[in-house]
């Protein structure tokens, strides 16, 4: 990523009208710059420049090429600044400005959002993020353990039954698998109803403070009412899928003072954005900055080594893009899993260090018949 | 794409609970075979199956492998079969269900949902489709012509005087550009306000009955305000991005009998699922069938050689999920453009028919300078 600032001050731009990202082009330098020069019209007025009408005010709405340098990846990578009054301060339109039509186009990839205070600040962003989760969870400084009640199929008696044990082993999130919706085998209210329960008990019982988190990705116009419904059963966080719902769904999820849950985001269906090296947007937007800026307080994500297929580079620029300053947004949890086991916890805390929440599924049934044992022996190797 | 019917019957599932769909997986029938299976557990319970509990109803809950052959472009492809009630019956758990997680593995790609009658019978699709459409037009068979008022940085009233132009030349569909969205140059209300009024001046000035379409793409919560502002005003169709606010919350404004106006789909944003030949959606079930599940009346999509690198084949792939059997749900309208010109017409026509909608944007503005002359000559060529 190369280092410079913000074209208009140091670290971010508190005294100019336009935000900036860095995109990597492939090709030599005159095609990535054709494509960069092509990109500044094409998401923006979406119009032959040669026909715009006398006086129209191009600069303070065409999108501009500021730099454009042989990067990482001995590839091109251009500075690109837009006009923050084209955004109208909406995260589709946001979205639409920094991927819209270019999506459709070949060897743009959308790698780095720069820190922009006068746009960040239009958005709550994260309503706990790191710190507000860990004073939800009462845990001040260890990694934060998470692990997902499965599978589909089984009845909410006995999902709950697990939910029971994990909390028991003092799990600190205890979330709905994201494939649990509103099927006819476990209802919504009847599931989240008996695992909210089965959790208190278990937190009764055992003096830890587990939450239970119920998936509430469901459709249009039903997603408030089942988040409400789930904070009314004792819920202590809401899973959702952005990929899913949109971004701007999460966005309002967050915001919403009645709800006032934190939020773990999913990345079911929105792998082909970050697939390919060459197009798409860069883990650490996608599942970074994205993520926070529409209110997620963790992001969910494959763990290299498991059983995706993400890199360990891809995991640090996770990390990153959950950690670099912007604005007044929150810092929020990476959630690495997909595949994680207790085996590679020694691993995964040189990797990630204490401010990151592990996801640990099945194997939580792998090594002892005891999944309460399972779970305390997770927790306390990370406690070492 | 094999010719293989649905295994339960010869086009349509009607006395199953599984729905279908085709994959194409990369490396040879081993790794393909292992995709496959790895998939039917991935995109259902993600779970080890050898921690399955006794008794697990597995057949009922995971999905099948039920056909493995060696189809177009050398590759194999998948028939894989998932039960029903995993669904819930709503869409963005569909949506999970056939690329979720998966989507986070490279190599498969989903080529192409099955007709099944059971599934598709839970959902309204498009309100309108091709025939309500026309109707709506009073145009009973020629290929439609539609436009984009823009670009940003106008004024409403500037973008309201090109509405009106377009309207004089006889354009049917006129619809804001996808970048017009609560800009302070030219706000939400005004603009839909002046341009919905030019529209109706231009169709009692010339008799036609041209139909503005609004763009509400919009924040969560305030979409549905816009689209009822937006009919209030007289605008005869709404434009909107299902991948900037999630393919749901389009079924939601088709399905809401308050607003009911036909709906054209944009494809800002969801290019990166059909940019690789061997990952993501494909375009037929991307641009065509899911467009068609989640309300659209028509999906707006780069021809083959405009700015865009969509091919031929591509399109007639949009053409084919716009139109094949699914269920009781309407036909929808493909709608071409990025970058159409009127030189193109006669092939356009060609590769066509008549059953489409051309959209034609800067190329108005470029022939002559009368814009109400370009967008008749336009309309002259395709009424030949």
Chains 1, 2 share one sequence.
């Not at 390919?276 to 997620?296: C, D, K, N, T």
């Not at 599924?361 to 927790?379: A, M």
Request: hydrophobic content about 40%; glycine content about 10%; some cysteine.
């Amino acid at each position: 990523m190369p280092e410079q600032p913000h074209p208009c001050g140091p670290r971010y731009c508190d005294d100019c009208d336009r935000f900036s990202a860095w995109y990597r082009f492939t090709g030599d330098e005159a095609e990535a710059r054709a494509k960069a020069l092509d990109l500044c019209v094409e998401q923006t007025i979406e119009f032959p420049v040669d026909l715009l009408p006398e006086g129209f005010p191009a600069t303070d709405v065409i999108g501009r090429l500021e730099r454009l340098e042989n990067g990482p990846g001995d590839a091109w990578w251009g500075l690109i600044t837009f006009p923050m009054s084209d955004t109208g301060f909406e995260i589709p339109q946001i979205l639409n400005m920094l991927y819209g039509n270019i999506s459709l186009k070949p060897g743009i990839r959308l790698e780095m959002l720069k820190d922009c205070m006068r746009l960040w600040e239009k958005f709550k962003g994260p309503r706990f993020g790191q710190e507000g989760l860990r004073k939800q969870l009462g845990v001040p400084q260890r990694a934060l353990l998470a692990t997902a009640v499965k599978p589909m199929g089984l009845s909410a008696q006995e999902l709950a039954d697990r939910a029971y044990l994990f909390a028991r082993g003092g799990i600190d999130l205890i979330k709905d698998d994201h494939g649990l919706a509103n099927q006819p085998f476990a209802t919504f209210e009847e599931r989240v109803n008996r695992c909210a329960s089965a959790v208190a008990r278990a937190n009764h019982d055992s003096g830890y403070h587990s939450l239970y988190v119920p998936n509430v990705t469901a459709p249009a116009g039903e997603l408030e009412r089942r988040a409400k419904f789930a904070k009314a059963c004792g819920a202590g966080a809401l899973l959702v899928a952005p990929g899913l719902v949109g971004f701007d769904t999460m966005r309002r999820l967050a915001d919403d003072d009645e709800i006032g849950l934190p939020l773990l985001a999913h990345p079911s269906f929105l792998g082909s954005f970050s697939s390919h090296p060459e197009h798409g947007i860069s883990h650490h937007v996608l599942y970074g900055q994205m993520m926070r800026l529409a209110g997620a307080d963790a992001s969910i994500y494959p763990h290299a080594g498991g059983r995706f297929t993400f890199s360990e580079s891809d995991c640090h620029a996770i990390v990153a893009g959950c950690q670099v300053p912007m604005g007044g947004l929150e810092k929020i949890f990476p959630m690495p899993g997909g595949g994680m086991t207790l085996k590679r916890a020694e691993e995964l805390r040189r990797f990630y260090g204490n401010e990151v929440i592990y996801l640990v599924g099945g194997d939580l049934f792998r090594n002892d018949p005891d999944v309460v044992k399972n779970c305390e022996t997770f927790r306390r190797l990370l406690e070492k």
